[in-house]
């Protein structure tokens, strides 16, 4: 069975303090930090880029930055993010008309390829795609703000990925917390869960980030 992996969103956290909020949640559990990037275009806000990746990187050396790229032209800031030191770069299946060709682009400058799909996008879109990606990413909310109520109604899609690629990191992202939407999504096969509310509002922080893992993993 495929292994939890804690993502804690940054969205949520101060970004005043981003790199101190960022070494916290590592130093609680978290496995990777998730880093939302939002042009407003695709998507009706406007979050970070390529320049805050890159303070990140030289703050934490060692960290798994794993960016969800919520924009209209994905293929133009491949490069900027694999400069500032991004791990992984997940696009938008919706943004994009040749994912395979994208996907080979992220590989050769040395980031792990994610693709992604808003809750009213069909899994048949990535199923060609799944193989050669790294992580498929089932959107749990509409994308664009954090601390949304998590869509039980992707299941399916979690579900049918799971199914056909065992080992494949299916992410969910979007309303995720304890006590309900993380057991739904574990359920259904999710291994890599995103939260961003639920971790950074938390008084205990290091708990729901185990407790998520249990989830994952019981
Ligand atoms: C939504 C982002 C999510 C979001 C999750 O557009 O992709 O990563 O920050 O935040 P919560 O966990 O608060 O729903
Ligand atoms: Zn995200």
């Known amino acids: ?21 960022a070494q916290k949640v590592l130093d609680m559990g978290a496995d990777t930090l998730h880093v939302d990037v939002m042009d407003g275009h695709f998507v009706p806000n406007m979050s970070i880029g390529a320049p805050v990746v890159k303070c990140l990187r030289k703050h934490l050396p060692n960290a798994f930055l794993d960016c969800h790229l919520m924009v209209s032209d994905p293929e133009k800031w491949v490069v900027d993010f694999a400069k500032a030191g991004a791990s992984n770069y997940t696009f938008h299946v ?17 980031m792990k390829a994610g693709v992604a799909l808003k809750p009213a996008t069909p899994v048949e879109s990535v199923l060609p795609f799944a193989e050669k990606a790294d992580l498929i990413l089932i ?5 664009g703000f954090g601390g949304q109520s998590f ?40 291994n890599v869960i ?11 922080p290091a708990a729901v980030i185990l407790g998520l893992r249990n989830a994952v993993n019981s």
Do not use: C, W, Y
């Open 139 to 143: 959107m749990t909310v509409e994308p």
């Open 194 to 204: 995103v939260a961003g509310t639920s971790v950074f509002a938390s008084s205990d």
């Open 94 to 110: 919706e943004a994009h008309n040749d994912p395979a060709a994208l996907i080979d682009k992220i590989h050769s400058l040395g």
């Open 1 to 21: 069975k495929v292994q939890a992996v804690i993502a804690p969103s940054l969205l949520a956290a101060d970004f005043g303090i981003l790199a101190q909020e």
């Open 151 to 190: 869509m039980g109604s992707v299941m399916p899609k979690v579900k049918t990925l799971r199914e056909k690629f065992p080992l494949l990191n299916v992410q969910v992202d979007g309303g995720l917390g304890l006590g309900e939407t993380v057991e739904t999504a574990a359920a259904a096969g999710a």
